[in-house]
C-alpha cells in the first residue's frame, strides 16, 4: 500500500503517494480529505475477497492515471 502525503507547492497542495504526484488541490482540508477517503476505499477493498466476481453490471477496475512531475497527465 502507498505512502500518502500532503505537500505545499506555491498555492496548492499537492496529494502524494510514495514520492509521485496523484492530485493537486486549493485547500489542505480538501486534500486530507481525499486522502482519507481514498484509504478507506483501499481498506474495504483489501477486505473484499479475491475469488468474489463481478456482478455483470460491474466493470473490472482500471489503472488510473497520474501526474507527472509538472501537474500534467501523460
Known sequence: MA??????QGCEYVVLA???????FTSRRKAAK?????AELLSVQLAV???REL????SAV?????L???GRFP
Not at 481525499?34 to 481514498?38: I, K, N, R, S
Open 18 to 24: 510514495d514520492d509521485q504526484s496523484i492530485l493537486r
Open 55 to 58: 456482478d455483470s453490471d460491474q
Open 62 to 66: 482500471k489503472g488510473a492515471k497520474l
Open 68 to 70: 507527472d512531475g509538472e
Open 3 to 8: 505512502h500518502y502525503s500532503i505537500r505545499k
Open 34 to 38: 481525499f486522502v482519507v477517503d481514498a
Open 49 to 51: 475477497p479475491p475469488e
